[in-house]
């Protein structure tokens, strides 16, 4: 385990700002053994995820301990993203961030309802460091919870560079069991074209020899360029969770073509999340890990040549060799051969190049993409279909859905009215809102995928349902949007503005009666007001005695 411990000091003096004296070492962030639901760097939707999920048997409550000595930096209290969260600022230059917690110890509770009801507002996120509220190693900061982007219960734990914000792989500082090497499930083979087009050619399974080793034997492939994927995931001792692969590397011949290792990570790169990951997979939950790409190298973790593309001669024979590994040293191997065959014959379609602009028109829809926006070069492919419902326009901008490296202006021209709101219209025909702006002529919005998008009007206000006083004194109510989604929610007591809790996950708004603004000697006016995205409003007035 030596690399690790260079791994770790590297981290500790280089990268991270040094203490002058000696390093306080990471006490853990709860007092039962880490279990791991999730790992750095693992593949998300939209991004690598930062932090490290560690697993609280599937409740809430457990207490979340702070990891060194520091200073409360930041407070953070959001409906989505991290819930409730703290961050803790430490002297050695790192800064230690704890998520989707339930509560606070009563010091941070008592500041932050002070805040929320100067501001009147439930979300907050503030700069804490006037405050002066300092922590020793050791002490309990909050309790775990299932607050913000949740999945369940668990506490999200991350380490940043506090300077850079650059966040760090947890498990440099930390050791956890695990003696189980990355499993490989599936290989993915790529053809790309001369003009960077990207066509899956098809996917095998491997065979597995025992003790990490995989093979794929010899496999026929068109001459050209030829790109690998494998479907990773990775598994702990006593969690049955899917992690994600800490180290990749790809060898043709004698050739190292693609490494990956996750030790850090930028928020900036989030985008480059669909470089890595074989998009249209992940939709059916599959990791593909994608070993080539044109903008892999501008990653952190990533090194590549020739953007990890292997070439395939006509009748030539490449040995590809790719080992993988877990931050514990478990590592698997899986090698096959690449036999060139023919070349395949391309389509002869209008190519969009990735590294051109490009502008997309469709009657009134016009799409505006600059050079760099998309991974690869795609086919064009634009038509226009009519929506079975609503019988609109609904704009069709390539054969599949495409990710975008960066974000494309999309204008729609039209007199429409302030309830009209662009829409993404997903296979099943629902439509999913865009942010949208509105202009006197057209409707405009960034869209980050070449997919299907039409406009859609919403003019149904929200709905709002009083569910009742409920045993731990909380008054709940429900509330929805049919379309545009919910923009603005607001909860007053008897005229005044009260602290609601809103889980958009359950479309619940919920309060305490032993909130201050209650009164325990009459019949208490609660009004909720809720607008949509579009300006629709409702609004529910319910009596009702503490």
Not at 24 to 30: I, L, N, Y
Not at 133 to 141: E, H, M, N
Request: aromatic share 10%; with cysteine; hydrophobic share 35%.
């Amino acid at each position: 385990m030596l690399w690790k411990y260079i791994l770790f000091f590297l981290f500790n003096y280089l990268i991270v700002i040094p203490l002058k004296g000696q390093v306080q070492e990471f006490a853990k962030p709860v007092r039962n053994a880490i279990l791991l639901s999730g790992n750095f760097g693992e593949l998300r939707a939209t991004h690598f995820h930062s932090g490290i999920d560690i697993r609280t048997g599937g409740v809430v409550g457990w207490p979340v301990i702070c990891v060194k000595d520091g200073i409360l930096a930041r407070v953070s209290v959001s409906p989505t993203g991290y819930g409730q969260a703290l961050y803790v600022e430490h002297p050695d230059g790192t800064t230690t961030v704890y998520g989707h917690l339930e509560r606070f110890v009563p010091a941070v509770t008592k500041l932050v309802r002070e805040l929320q009801y100067r501001r009147e507002s439930f979300r907050i996120d503030e700069d804490f460091k006037s405050y002066r509220l300092y922590f020793k190693q050791g002490d309990t900061i909050a309790y775990s919870g299932n607050t913000g982007t949740s999945g369940g219960p668990h506490l999200h734990f991350e380490v940043r560079n506090t300077e850079t914000e650059r966040t760090l792989n947890p498990l440099l500082f930390y050791s956890i069991r695990d003696t189980k090497a990355p499993v490989v499930r599936k290989l993915y083979l790529y053809t790309i074209s001369d003009e960077g087009c990207v066509d899956l050619f098809r996917s095998y399974g491997l065979k597995a020899l025992g003790k990490g080793q995989y093979i794929a034997g010899k496999l026929t492939v068109p001459a050209g360029k030829i790109g690998v994927g494998l479907y990773i995931t990775d598994y702990m001792e006593g969690s049955w969770n899917k992690l994600g692969v800490y180290q990749i590397k790809l060898v043709a011949d004698r050739d190292t073509l693609f490494t990956l290792q996750m030790d850090s990570c930028s928020f900036e790169q989030g985008c480059f999340i669909n470089e890595v990951k074989d998009f249209n997979c992940y939709k059916k939950r599959e990791t593909v890990y994608r070993c080539f790409g044109n903008y892999q190298e501008q990653f952190l973790g990533i090194r590549n040549f020739e953007q990890g593309c292997i070439s395939v001669v006509e009748d030539s024979l490449v040995s590809v060799q790719i080992e993988l590994a877990d931050i514990n040293g478990n590592r698997s191997h899986v090698k096959l051969q690449l036999k060139g065959g023919k070349s395949g014959s391309a389509e002869k379609k209008e190519i969009l190049r990735y590294d051109e602009p490009h502008v997309l028109e469709l009657a009134d829809c016009r799409v505006e993409l600059a050079a760099g926006t998309l991974f690869s070069s795609v086919r064009k492919d634009l038509r226009i279909e009519k929506d079975t419902v609503t019988g609109q326009d609904v704009f069709v901008l390539s054969s599949q859905d495409t990710p975008l490296f960066k974000k494309g202006r999309m204008r729609i021209a039209g007199a429409f009215d302030s309830h009209a709101v662009i829409c993404e219209v997903d296979n099943n025909g629902c439509r999913i809102p865009v942010e949208t702006i509105r202009t006197p002529d057209a409707l405009e919005a960034w869209i980050g995928y070449l997919s299907r998008y039409t406009v859609a009007e919403d003019h149904e206000k929200p709905q709002i349902t009083f569910l009742g006083k409920f045993p731990d004194r909380t008054l709940r109510f429900k509330i929805k949007d049919n379309l545009s989604g919910i923009a603005t929610y607001r909860g007053e007591v008897n005229g005044k503005w009260c602290l609601f809790t809103y889980d958009p996950r359950i479309d619940l708004l919920q309060c305490s009666l032993t909130e201050p603004v209650f009164d325990n000697d009459c019949l208490n006016e609660v009004k909720i007001t809720v607008e949509d995205k579009t300006g629709n409003i409702e609004e529910l007035l319910v009596k009702i005695r503490k």
